[in-house]
């Protein structure tokens, strides 16, 4: 099976400042296709998970602008310009080209 | 509105069994893939079971041959006959559209103790 491995786990991160999460797989995300089919989530606390970013880059309806994905192949980046109040829980990567599908160990984003 | 909302979670006694229901609206369902994904106390996200637009079904590892996905497209309704349950199946498990997930519900609580 494929494995997603995320860094860092933990990311205190202090309002305002930028915030970087790492997704990396262990095979490539490419699929036949031509489509990388790499998504992010978000999960605050005591909710259900929210799709951010699907297909690496694309953010879905409502979520900020300051929320932005990256990457190719098997190295992937999710990007917070400036972290809010509101950005606290915990972020997961998850491939969806390979079965079975595998999601990241998941960050946990705090405010310091 | 996408809507998703499932029921059916409860306790359990290991060796048991439980069906999940996930009632959908706002869409044509029968046109999406639909996914099951558990979340065990304090962990993370566990992928578990897709159907796809051709009721054609993927299992993980360790729920094949125990757990059955299926759809009934007449009452918009994704299921997941859970048999054989362990106490490692205990999570909440959710329902998510579509082979990206792109809108979830809000998760039933399945417990397996004796």
């Known amino acids: 099976d494929g494995v997603m491995t995320q860094s860092p786990l933990s990311l205190p991160v202090t309002l305002g400042q930028p915030a970087s999460i790492s997704c990396r797989s262990s095979?490539?995300?490419?699929?036949?296709?031509?489509?990388?089919?790499l998504n992010w989530f978000q999960q605050r606390p005591g909710q259900s998970p929210r799709r951010l970013i699907y297909?690496?880059?694309n953010r879905d309806s409502g979520v900020p602008d300051r929320f932005s994905g990256s990457g190719s192949g098997t190295d992937f980046t999710l990007n917070i310009s400036r972290v809010e109040t509101e950005d606290v829980g915990v972020y997961y990567c998850?491939?969806?080209?390979?079965?079975?599908?595998?999601f990241g160990q998941g960050t946990k984003l705090e405010i310091k | 509105e996408v809507q998703l909302l499932e029921s059916g979670g409860g306790l359990v006694q290991p060796g048991g069994s439980l069906r999940l229901s996930c009632a959908a609206s706002?869409?044509?369902?029968?046109?999406?893939?639909m996914i099951w994904v558990r979340q065990a106390p304090g962990k993370g996200l566990e992928w578990v079971s897709t159907?796809?637009?051709?009721?054609?079904?993927y299992y993980a590892g360790s729920v094949k041959g125990r757990f059955t996905i299926s759809r009934d497209t007449s009452k918009n309704t994704l299921y997941l006959q859970m048999n054989s349950l362990r106490a490692e199946d205990t999570a909440v498990y959710y329902c998510?559209?579509?082979?990206?997930?792109?809108?979830w519900g809000q998760g039933t609580q399945v417990t397996v103790s004796s």
């Open positions: 998510a559209r579509t082979h990206q997930l792109d809108y």
């Open positions: 706002g869409f044509t369902f029968s046109s999406y893939a």
């Open positions: 159907i796809n637009s051709g009721d054609v079904t």
């Open positions: 095979q490539s995300l490419v699929y036949s296709d031509g489509n990388t089919y």
């Open positions: 297909k690496v880059s």
């Open positions: 998850m491939q969806g080209t390979h079965w079975p599908r595998t």
